[in-house]
Every structure is written in C-alpha cells, then in structure tokens.
C-alpha cells in the first residue's frame, strides 16, 4: 500500500514537472509575457493534471482551503483516489 501510495505521488509530480516543461515551451512559442503569460501557465497546467488531482483541486477550492490545508487535503484525496482505483488483494 505505502508503495502504490509512493508510486502514485511521484507520477503526479513527474506530471507536474513535464506540464510545467511543457507549458512553458508553448507559452514561449506564443510569445507570451506578463499577466499573459501567468493566465496561460496556470490554465495549461491545470488541464495536464490528472483527473483524480484536478477534482481533488476543485473540491479544495468549493471549501476555501488556502496553503498547507489546501495541500494536506488535496494529497491525502489523490492518495485515497489512487486508493480506490487499486485492485483489491
């Protein structure tokens, strides 16, 4: 379990990382700067997040958590997503 759990929070954040790559690479093909860029970014990145994350994210967001409660509740809902998702042994 703790393995899933490890595999599964290392995927989103590779994820993340090659979003953010990624991302960047268009925002730069476009030629984006400024306030611009920043609304690109943060709106290419939340569509390359995986499903599970992105409701996570959205449902943190209905119940206004901000910092670190926002990312304590946002992990432990992928991880329970992730859990879920899992075969039963």
């Known amino acids: 379990m703790k393995k899933l759990l490890a595999v599964l929070v290392a995927t989103f954040a590779v ?3 090659y979003a953010a790559d990624d991302c ?7 030629k984006l700067a400024g306030a611009a860029k920043t609304s690109f970014m943060k709106k290419c ?9 992105a409701s996570c994210e ?3 967001k209905e119940k206004k958590y901000a ?3 926002k ?3 946002v992990k432990k809902c992928v991880a329970d997503a992730g859990a879920a998702a899992a075969p039963a042994k």
């Open 15 to 17: 994820t993340s990382v």
């Open 67 to 69: 910092g670190a409660a």
């Open 24 to 30: 960047a690479a268009k925002a730069a093909e476009k």
């Open 58 to 60: 959205a449902t943190a």
């Open 45 to 53: 990145t939340a569509d390359s997040m995986p499903p599970a994350q």
């Open 71 to 73: 990312n304590s509740f």
